[in-house]
């Protein structure tokens, strides 16, 4: 079998959310906002999925346009039609 059939299921996060900054950030940006005990873990998540999903679309910009790389046009363009279903 090959290497990468064998890897187990079981998979080990290395690196946590960092809740600290993501706490003090919050309480200094927003004083009044009162988040629930792991409201910050959700907001990191958004924030991971939002970065998922802005480099997949940049992906595809990338490949339409022919071009191997990812360019800063290509997010841009990737950036706009995110936040333009978010809205909706």
């Keep these: 079998m090959a290497l990468s059939a064998t890897v187990s299921q079981k998979k080990h996060v290395k690196r946590k959310a960092p809740r600290g900054f993501l706490r003090r950030l919050f309480k200094r940006q927003k004083p009044h906002l009162r988040l629930e005990t792991r409201g910050d ?24 346009s022919k071009c191997g790389i990812i360019k800063k046009d290509h997010v841009v363009a990737a950036a706009k039609v995110i936040l ?3 809205r909706a």
Excluded: D, G, T
């Design 41 to 64: 873990v959700l907001v990191h998540l958004n924030c991971l999925l939002f970065i998922h999903r802005l480099a997949e679309e940049a992906r595809i910009n990338a490949c339409e």
């Design 84 to 86: 333009k279903k978010s």
